[in-house]
């Protein structure tokens, strides 16, 4: 049995991640301001969900249901301790690995060499507290000839920013990101103080896109999940050619921004923490936080399934939520889901494309931040066909807090520990 993660004082982001707080006293659903002319609009009501569950006790063996192959053993390598609160990990060129703090740092480490260097310092602006703070980075994937990155933060007033920075990297130093230079793209009011999302990430068509939750308290109160106007409970697709602004996609499902907000590409999601895209089939994975019982992962078609209703506040993973007697017509359902058994929050990763660990190639590996349990499934597994999802394989119980996992430019998987500092290596094990 692993050892439950360790509760610290930040209390992490991802708590963002089990189950929810009691609804504040916001009266509104959230607004939006952006460089972008069109203004989405924000939407209606549903009733909070009850409280956070409580500590889970991981069974020994799960089964991915697949039929594969066993994937082999795997083990963490320790590469950077001493980090604060680590909770995303970004690559850059000349083999460099950016971490992004939760209090607003971003700190460069070369695994290979065991150097650290800040790389962007805004911690004058950011809110680094409970589920709030610097959650996701991304450098332009033309770095670095094109000198940008772009950062989603927590304001002081804890409302999401998307900004872009500027700066540069020398030779094989570690990239340097100039604070003053930042150039907000957007503002997202946020009603309640969980679910703000996180992830920033290019996909294959060259377009930034971004995860937001679903704007917190407990059940979607709101309905942001189910409102494709809204940009909360959604994840966004949006052309960054130009510096300065953004555009939309001419091939984005809402476009127009008649039925929905124009930088939205999917919807129906309570707080998709961690994205991010298999480099080999270009689909895209979304682990999309549970509230009571569930937790999810989600494998889409990026152009094939542009404008889906992934189902959240209808469906909890596989499961009706706000009404007993739902239907699933329409939605796309979870390819993997687990219940309070593995786990209660669940940290998106990688398809595996490396080459050092024998046996886990085409591997996509997640884990749940509450047990701490190292998770598994292969990416060409196929969903049962009756509406229900398969269960991950257990792969290593690592007794941290993973808070997101990360992939350096040869393909090998990072993650870090919230609570530890860590920023480990996945190996192969003995």
Known sequence: MPTLHRRVPLILILALLAACATPSDSSSGPTVTSVQPSSPTDSASAEPGPAEPGSVTPSAVASSGAGADDPPPLALETVAEGLSAPIGIASAAGGWLLVNEQAGRVIGVHPQRGERSTVLDIRDRVLGEGERGLLGLVLHQDWPDDNRAFVHYSDRDGNTVLSEFAGGQDGDAAPILDPSSEVVLMRVEQPFANHNGGQLAFGPDGYLWFGLGDGGSGGDPFGNGQDASTLLGSILRMDVAEPGAYAIPDDNPFADGSDGAPEVFLFGLRNPWRFSFDVETEALWVADVGQNSYEEVNRVDPMADAGANLGWNLMEASHCFADTTCSSDGLILPLVEYGRDLGCSVTGGHVYRGTAIEGLNGWYLFSDY???????????????????????????ETGRSISSFGADADGELYVTDIGGGLLSRIVAGG
């Open 370 to 396: 509450c047990s701490g349990l190292l998770l598994g499934i292969r990416s060409d597994a196929e969903a049962p066909g009756d509406g229900s999802a398969l269960t991950p394989r257990i792969l290593l």
